[in-house]
C-alpha cells in the first residue's frame, strides 16, 4: 500500500501544487517515509522543509518545525493541543466518556490539524479498552483507514481492527455456543413439565376407574326392605366423608404448571401499521430514544415484543427493516431505544414529530417460562446501562 498511496498523493501534488490540501498532502508523505525507511522515498526532512518554506502559516508548519528542531513561531496556542491535552487528563482521572467526547470534537472542528487523525485513534483505543464497547471503537478505526490512508495511525488502525474483529468473532461463536446448551436445557424442563402432566392425567385416571368400580361392586337396595336411615339421634342428615376428583374436577385446577403445558391454539397474526412520530431525542452519544402513537401495539404488546420497522420508504433507503424491542409503553406511546450507526438507524434517527413510520408486528403466544428458569440474564451491546422497564 505505501508504494501506491506514494503514487497517488504526488499525483495529487502536481495536479495543483498550491491548493489548501498540499501541506496535508506533504505531512502525509513525510510519514510514508518516516514508516516505510527501506523504501525509496525522499527522506521526511525534504518534505518537512516543503512545508515550512512554501506553507508557513500552515498548522504543519509548526508540526515541520518541530520535526526539523527549529524553534517555533510565537503564534497563538494551537486550540486542538489543546483539546487533545485535556483529553489526556480526562483519561488520566478515569473520565473516560468525557475524553472520548473531547477527542471526538478536534476531527470535527479541526480537520486540517496534524491532531485530527491521532484524536480519532485515541478515542478508538479508549472505547476498546477502558469502555469496552468495541463495536464503537470499530467505527473510529475503520474512519482513521479510510480518512486517513498512508499515515502511522493509519497502520495502528488495520492491525487494532484485525484485532478486534477476532476477539468479535471469538464472542459471538461462544454466545452461539452458549444459546444452543440453553436451548437444549429448555427443551429438556420442557419434557420434565410434560412427565409430570402426564402423571397428573394418570393419577386423575386411575381415580375415576378406582371410583367407578367400588360404585359398580355396592349391594344393590332389596325391595321392600325400606329406606335406610340416613339421620343421627338429634342430628341432620349424614354427610359423604369425601369425594373422588373426577376429570371435570382436575380440568378446573388452576395451576401454571397445567396452563403450560395445556396452552390451546394459537391465535397469530402479522399486522402493519402506519405511525405517527411523536419524537425522536437524542439521549447519549448517538443512541436515540423514538416514541411513535399506536393504541394497538401500546394495548396488546407483552414484554419482549419486537417491531419490525422501515426506515424509508422504497427506494429511499435500505431494502429490508429494522427490528427492534420495545423499551417502555406509557399510555398508547411505545418507546424504542436504539444506537445509530448504521445506514438505517441513521436515517431513523432523523425522524421528526408529525413524521410517519411504517411498524410490521407480529402477534403470537408467549413462552411461559416462570417454572422453567431459575434465572434470567439481561445481555445486551452498548445499551447495557439503560433500564428496561417494560
Known amino acids: 500500500m505505501p508504494d501506491s498511496a506514494f503514487t497517488w498523493y504526488n499525483q495529487s501534488l502536481l495536479a495543483n501544487y498550491h491548493s489548501q490540501r498540499s501541506p496535508r498532502i506533504l505531512f502525509v508523505l513525510a510519514e510514508l517515509s518516516r514508516t516505510n525507511p527501506e523504501k525509496r522515498f525522499p527522506t521526511p526532512e525534504e518534505y518537512y522543509e516543503k512545508i515550512e518554506r512554501d506553507f508557513p502559516e500552515s498548522v504543519y508548519a509548526e508540526e515541520a518545525r518541530r520535526f526539523l528542531g527549529k524553534a517555533t513561531s510565537l503564534k497563538k496556542t494551537d486550540a486542538a493541543e489543546d483539546l487533545y491535552i485535556q483529553a489526556e487528563k480526562q483519561i488520566d482521572e478515569k473520565q473516560y466518556r468525557t475524553a472520548v467526547k473531547t477527542l471526538s470534537v478536534v476531527p470535527q472542528k479541526y ?6 487523525v491521532k484524536s480519532t485513534y485515541a478515542a478508538g483505543w479508549v472505547l476498546e479498552n477502558f469502555l469496552l464497547q468495541p463495536e464503537s471503537a470499530i467505527v473510529r478505526y475503520r474512519n482513521v483507514v479510510q480518512n486517513y490512508k498512508g499515515t502511522y495511525f493509519a497502520q495502528l488502525a488495520v492491525l487494532r481492527l484485525d484485532a ?6 471469538i464472542r459471538i461463536s ?9 436451548s437444549n436445557a429448555i427443551a429438556d424442563s420442557l419434557k420434565t413439565v410434560k412427565a409430570i402432566a402426564d402423571s397428573i392425567k394418570a393419577a386423575a385416571s386411575a381415580r375415576d376407574s378406582i371410583a367407578a368400580d367400588t360404585t359398580a361392586h355396592r349391594s344393590p337396595i332389596k325391595p321392600g326392605a325400606g329406606k335406610k336411615d340416613t339421620t343421627h339421634a338429634g342430628s341432620g342428615p349424614i354427610k359423604p366423608s369425601g369425594t373422588v376428583p373426577g376429570k371435570d374436577t382436575l380440568n378446573n385446577i388452576k395451576s401454571p404448571l397445567i396452563d403450560t403445558v395445556k396452552a390451546e391454539g394459537k391465535n397469530e397474526r402479522t399486522v402493519q401499521h402506519s405511525c405517527p412520530v411523536v419524537s425522536c431525542n437524542e439521549v447519549a452519544e448517538k443512541t436515540y430514544l423514538l416514541r411513535f402513537r399506536s393504541s394497538e401495539i401500546a394495548t396488546l404488546a407483552q414484554a419482549g415484543q419486537f ?6 420508504e422504497t427506494g429511499e433507503g435500505p431494502l429490508l427493516r429494522r427490528p427492534f424491542s420495545i423499551a417502555r409503553i406509557e399510555g398508547k406511546t411505545p418507546e424504542l431505544l436504539f444506537h445509530a450507526i448504521g445506514p438505517g438507524t441513521v436515517i431513523l434517527s432523523k425522524k421528526k414529530p408529525g413524521d410517519e413510520i411504517n411498524v410490521l408486528v407480529h402477534w403470537a403466544e408467549r413462552f411461559a417460562w416462570t417454572l422453567i428458569l431459575k434465572r434470567l440474564t439481561l445481555s445486551a451491546g452498548e445499551l447495557v446501562l439503560h433500564r428496561f422497564p417494560f
Not at 461462544?174 to 440453553?182: L, M, N, R, V
Open 307 to 312: 417491531v419490525n420497522v422501515l426506515v424509508a
Open 174 to 182: 461462544k454466545a452461539i455456543t452458549d444459546s444452543i446448551k440453553t
Open 164 to 169: 478486534v474483529l477476532r476477539e468479535d468473532s
Open 111 to 116: 480537520p486540517d490539524s496534524p491532531l485530527a
